[in-house]
């Protein structure tokens, strides 16, 4: 393949990897890296080859299993979206202190100004916390140019490589030009249980050398064509631009006509040989970058007098908060626009809604009308379609943190004293994060009344299969919940008062129920 | 040649598929194009709006700069209204469904909405609904936009049309006379609309 292609930046990625010889995709679904595994799940080359490609239960037995097809020396791409590194992060951090065999790259898709998140956190951080080097490309067909390289440098180097991606570039088609395809590495399992056992003395050791390594880490990630200085004629300001901010600053300076240096910068941990090049060509800095402040920060440091001005997002020049526009990185060189009309006031908010017919609605009713005669009790909801139970007409959850904090939360408030404490969770996040939880309320015997909304899909992400399908009794009653009371219900208007006669059932008996609403998402039955 | 434009509507109403048409047709034009979406929690009935940028040169950002919009096309008449602000005003035209999707409650005056948009320099408002529905092919209110908003677009109607062939080919010969007859209805009603 060597045609211009559209490509989503997701795709962008996936084709690059499948392009760089992956022999498999491990991810969990989560906006905005979902299309990277689907890509590759419809991609008839990636069945031909048998390149894994199946949905694994969270982003930390993903990250694992990649792991351990890299340790038996094949490439492995990771996916998930920002927060899915919290989950994923015991085995990434170690992961840099083993090291890898076949090439190993980490996906994480951040989500600034929390388009589809609980938060914004920057990825780049835990690429410097564990001391991998991290890339981030500004554009689809730098982001296939930096996979792709980025596999060889997995291997030269031996640790996993980091790709930075934001919403706007994941979720952004444009053109872009492949590249010949590599082969899969043969399989070669490690034989050195050093590198692989971590044991303290093999741990000290292997992260010693990790660090000893850094600066020629640091200069080999700084010669990639994404690291790159442009000179310029005014040295009033110099320009550093990470990632996407690159194409915000040409946004405002068409055909390269900026007079100020810039730094391109695509490639981490930051190289003080490179940075020296713009220090000598300017006066004062201006940091763009997509995410938290996490150049500036570095650059600022907390003495108060730094070496030249530096301008960002810490002193307000830009918003400390939300992601990088078109419109505030002008604003920042003081090259703002005209905008078109005002919204006029009669434009209301269309927030999002449960579908007509949603399965969820219904659960809502009757968790509503059993909830009313308890105003004491509390309801805590978890990560999905049905975190809009939070919106009128339903107004049914109290709470929503992270993935599986329902049940936990729920348990962790019955333990402090709520009757009824009732925990609200999707299939596939039970199965995410779920059923750890809901152990921890077995083995204590906790009042905790567990709502299954089991629509047999991971619905908000467009619907990908949930490991959890045509398992959940089976899961409920082995980790020791009574049969008894796990309890299955249709949830239709018809079927509504049994629904309500249930659950006051199960609030009345003072140990753990399991309650599985199941009825299938009604975007999947319109797909068929 | 640069064209920026902003595709509105509610989640569900096809308005990828819109953007991935007229990608595709500027793709095979050879032009550079970029195309931003919204995917994720919104898609479920909420406001949503693809960006979309057609060029013979690269394109840098990957989102429709505030005040550059050439074009708003809209499946839904509230949704025209919510990204004003991006629109070119000196030269920007807004083509806009006149049928409301109403699931959002209270719907704004429905005449205060239509006033509003009069009110712009340049823009068309029709019942993108009803010509599909006339046509027999009420799924098709999509292609009736595109062919109204067509006129003022910069790619050759041939190229949207091949486009759109290939886009519906698998579906059958009936699905794609029938979208191919809709465009051609959106493209009459605004012809007599073009300066050029």
Known sequence: ?528 | MKYDMIIAGVGGQGILSIASLLGRAALNLNLHLKQSEVHGMAQRGGAVLAHLRIADQPIHSDLVPRGAAAMILSMEPLEALRYLPWLDTATGWVVTNAEPLHNIEPYPNLDAIAAEIRRLPQAFLFNADKMARDLGAPRAVNMAMLGAASTFIPLPSAALESAIVSQFSRKGETVVASNLAVFRAGRQATAALHPG
């Open chain 1, 1 to 528: 393949m060597d045609t211009k292609t559209l490509f989503l930046g997701d795709e962008a990625v996936a084709q690059g990897a499948m392009d760089a010889g992956i022999s498999g995709v491990y991810a969990y679904p989560g906006t905005p890296s979902t299309e990277i595994m689907e890509y590759v799940q419809a991609a008839p080359e990636a069945g031909a080859r048998g390149v894994h490609r199946q949905w694994s239960a969270n982003e930390k037995t993903a990250m694992e299993e990649a792991l351990g097809m890299s340790y038996a020396g094949k490439r492995a791409l990771v996916c998930m979206k920002h927060v899915g590194l919290n989950v994923a992060a015991d085995a990434f951090i170690n992961s840099a202190i083993t090291g890898v065999n076949g090439g190993l790259v980490v996906v994480a898709a951040d989500d600034p100004s929390m388009h589809s998140s609980q938060n914004e956190q920057d990825s780049r951080f835990y690429g410097k916390f564990a001391a991998v080097p991290v890339c981030e490309p500004c554009s689809q067909q730098e982001a296939y140019d930096m996979v792709r390289a980025a596999f060889d440098f997995s291997e030269k180097i031996r640790l996993p490589v980091l790709l930075r991606i934001t919403t706007r570039l994941a979720h952004s088609r444009a053109d872009v030009v492949p590249a010949p395809a590599r082969a899969e590495n043969p399989l070669n399992p490690s034989s050195d249980p050093r590198q692989w056992v971590l044991l303290p003395a093999h741990a000290r050791r292997n992260w010693a050398a990790l660090l000893a390594r850094m600066p020629e880490i640091t200069a080999l990630g700084d010669a990639f064509p994404w690291n790159r200085f442009i000179p310029g004629t005014n040295r009033q300001m110099g320009i550093l631009a990470a990632g996407i901010a690159f194409n915000y600053l040409n946004e405002c300076f068409p055909g390269g006509t900026c007079p100020f240096p810039i730094l391109k910068l695509g490639q981490y941990p930051l190289s003080s040989a490179r940075l020296a090049t713009l220090q000598a060509a300017c006066d004062s800095l201006l940091i763009l970058e997509d995410g938290a402040p996490f150049i500036e920060e570095q650059l600022v440091g907390l003495f108060p007098n730094p070496v030249m001005p530096i301008r960002g997002r810490l002193d307000g020049t830009l918003p400390r908060t939300g992601e990088l526009t078109p419109e505030n990185v002008a604003a920042a060189l003081g090259r703002a626009r005209p905008e078109g009309p005002a919204v006029p006031p009669l434009v209301t908010p269309r927030p999002p809604a449960l579908c007509r017919g949603c399965p969820h609605s219904d659960t809502y009713a009757f968790l509503k009308e059993v909830m009313s005669d308890f105003p004491a009790g509390r309801v805590f909801s978890d990560i999905g379609c049905y975190t809009l139970g939070a919106l009128p007409p339903y107004e049914a959850i109290h709470s929503c943190v992270d993935m599986g904090a329902s049940i936990t939360m729920a348990k962790g408030a019955s333990d402090a004293g709520v009757r009824p404490a009732i925990a609200v969770i999707g299939d596939s996040t039970f199965a995410h994060s779920g059923i750890t939880g809901l152990l921890d309320a077995v083995a204590e015997s906790s009042p905790v009344k567990l709502l299954i909304l089991d629509n047999e899909i991971t619905g908000m992400t467009g619907g990908q299969e949930s490991l959890a399908f045509g398992r959940l009794e089976s899961i409920a009653a082995g980790i020791g919940v009574d049969p008894a009371h796990i309890r299955v219900v249709t949830p239709l208007a018809k079927h509504h008062a049994e629904n309500v006669r249930i659950l006051r059932e199960e609030i009345a008996w003072p140990g753990v129920s399991v309650i599985i609403a199941r009825r299938a998402c009604i975007q999947m039955r319109r797909k068929g």
